[in-house]
Nanobody
Framework: QVQLVESGGGLVQPGGSLRLSCAASGSIFSINDMAWYRQAPGKERELVAAMTRGGSANYADSVKGRFTISRDNAKNTAYLEMYSLKPEDTAVYYC????????????????WGQGTQVTVSS
């Protein structure tokens, strides 16, 4: 019914930058919050950044000032621009979205993408 597909991960040197994309597709009626999470080896998944449909954003303290979340509602796409990357940013990054489908337009369900690997290393 609904798919979230992330792209843009890869290997980058410390201090470098990357831009992740998350495209939602399928029987979408509306998308509320969109967010990026990450999970490093041996650690729990954590919230990195989130944005409401109206554009209000919040960030984890560890990425404030370095990461920027944005979204294009017309394209059902969210982005995460990451600057000044550090080795501790290495993780699998997951997109999450609260989506109502055309079949149940008044119920939102949490959907996850498959994840994209970000590795920060020299």
């Amino acid at each position: 019914q609904v798919q979230l597909v992330e792209s843009g991960g890869g290997l980058v040197q410390p201090g470098g930058s990357l831009r992740l994309s998350c495209a939602a597709s399928g029987s979408i009626f509306s998308i509320n919050d969109m967010a990026w999470y990450r999970q490093a080896p041996g650690k729990e998944r954590e919230l990195v950044a989130a944005m409401t449909r109206g554009g209000s954003a919040n960030y984890a303290d560890s990425v404030k000032g370095r990461f920027t979340i944005s979204r294009d509602n017309a394209k059902n796409t969210a982005y995460l621009e990451m600057y000044s990357l550090k080795p501790e940013d290495t993780a699998v990054y997951y997109c999450n979205a609260q989506i109502a489908t055309v079949y149940r337009p008044y119920d939102t369900v949490s959907y996850w993408g498959q994840g994209t690997q970000v590795t920060v290393s020299s």
